[in-house]
């Protein structure tokens, strides 16, 4: 979650407060100046309230983290500012209190991708806007690349970005893997390279709302660390929500194993399981990874029996590295058995990864405190004009019993 006071927390459940979002147009390291409808000079862009301005934030997939819609006001000119080759907009959510101060929250950095100008009564501007993330898939092999063996994949994951982005630009690394890369030769994708060298370590590549470019281990529900309680009470800010329990693509076993260059298994098989006697994907006693001959019986399973999902890179060299990937797995596949939509106050300091408790309101009578469920944030949507818009929000737990 972003850092914010205790005063914007405090305001998200009483209101009294005015909440807007702005945008700012760069280039070439000035900011972009434009005349409003008054022949006035100003540094925001006209965002038109009842067309679509917002930033939908996605963490459950590779790719762009953060994507910029925004319909804005037709003014002279502003078109052909916006469609210069090398435009940036720098995306801010703000809350100004009733002392005049103002608490702000940067929502991203993005290259203009798409922009289209409408001809008929309103005119509109309607922009399309990617995260810095498009510049590395846009910065492709030009010949095939070879890996720097013996390198952390970390280490190797910052020389891939690094060469994609401006000289200056550093990298946050706050992961803790210690797994290396094996030779190996990629062809044309950086991005594709990326994302498989950080599934394979267990990491979590992106760039975050200031436009930095950021590894770090891939989020974990943390109930000792909870970002925001979400809740339906008098002074809550819940407005709906829908639970799912979906078991198409839930597993509780997940095996993980290497392939060399030369075809040879490079370890014995590791596996991974759901050994939480409580959980309702139980897969057996146990360790709860190892070897696969240490999995339990598929007799000792819960009621779900075992449902086993298979992973194999040639990335993945060690047992250890093996073992990791395996557990990084199982903590996706098992979270889909619990899923939350819902929709809330705009709370845009939160990011994706962060741990919330989600207090439901009471559906069943012999119930009547409701249920409260701990999740981790796939994605949101931050609306750039929240008097007219709400946050949706999809949740995930991999604890899916973790229910009080």
Same mark, same amino acid.
């Given at each position: ?19 807007? =979002? ?28 009842? =067309? ?49 101060? /103002? ?14 100008? +409408?001809? =008929?009564? #309103? ?26 063996? =013996? ?20 990298? #946050? ?10 030779? &190996? ?8 390279? /990326? ?52 078991? &198409? ?13 030369? +075809? ?51 990335? /993945? ?21 619990? &899923? ?38 796939? +994605? ?23 229910? &009080?």
């Amino acid at each position: 979650m972003y850092a914010v006071s205790q005063r914007r927390l405090d305001v998200l459940r009483t209101g009294g407060v005015k909440s807007y =979002g702005y945008v700012e147009a760069w280039y070439a390291g000035s900011q972009i100046t434009v005349l409003d409808e008054f022949g006035r000079s100003t540094s925001h862009l006209p965002l038109q309230a009842d =067309g679509t301005n917002q930033v939908p934030v996605d963490g459950s997939a590779p790719g762009p983290r953060r994507t910029l819609s925004l319909t804005l006001a037709p003014l002279p000119g502003l078109f052909d500012a916006l469609a210069k080759i090398g435009v940036e907009l720098h995306t801010f959510t703000a809350t100004e209190y009733l002392d005049g101060s /103002i608490d702000t929250e940067p929502q991203g950095i993005f290259d203009v991708d798409v922009a289209s100008v +409408g001809y =008929g009564v #309103s005119g509109n501007i309607t922009l399309t806007a990617p995260d810095r993330w498009q510049r590395v898939v846009n910065q492709r092999f030009l010949v095939p690349r070879a890996s720097t063996k =013996g390198a952390t994949i970390r280490a190797q994951i910052t020389s891939l970005l690094l060469e994609a982005l401006p000289a200056g630009t550093a990298v #946050s690394d706050t992961s803790t893997s210690t797994a290396t890369v094996p030779a &190996q030769t990629w062809d044309e994708d950086r991005a594709g390279t /990326i994302q498989d060298l950080a599934k394979s370590a267990g990491l979590d590549v992106y760039f975050d709302r200031n436009g930095s470019p950021c590894i770090r281990d891939v989020p974990a529900l943390n109930p000792a660390n909870v970002a925001l309680t979400i809740d339906a009470a008098e002074t809550g800010i819940l407005i709906d929500a829908s639970r799912e329990r979906n078991r &198409q693509k839930t597993y509780n076993v997940v095996v993980v194993s290497g392939t060399a260059a030369d +075809g040879t298994t490079p370890f014995t098989p590791q596996v991974a399981w759901d050994n939480d006697a409580t959980s309702a994907t139980y897969a057996g006693p146990g360790a709860g990874s190892g070897p696969y001959t240490s999995l339990p019986a598929a007799s000792t399973a819960g009621p779900f029996g075992q449902r086993i999902y298979k992973y194999s890179s040639p990335l /993945i060299t060690t047992t250890s590295q093996a073992v990791r990937a395996a557990q990084t797995i199982l903590s996706r596949v098992t979270g889909l058995a619990a &899923q939350l939509t819902l929709t809330s106050v705009p709370a845009p300091f939160l990011d994706d990864g962060d741990t919330i408790v989600v207090a439901l309101p009471p559906t069943d009578p012999l119930n009547p405190s409701g249920v409260s469920e701990v999740h981790i944030v796939d +994605g949101f949507t931050v609306p750039l004009v929240p008097s007219k818009n709400p946050m949706p929000l999809t949740t995930r737990s991999t604890r899916p019993d973790d229910v &009080q």
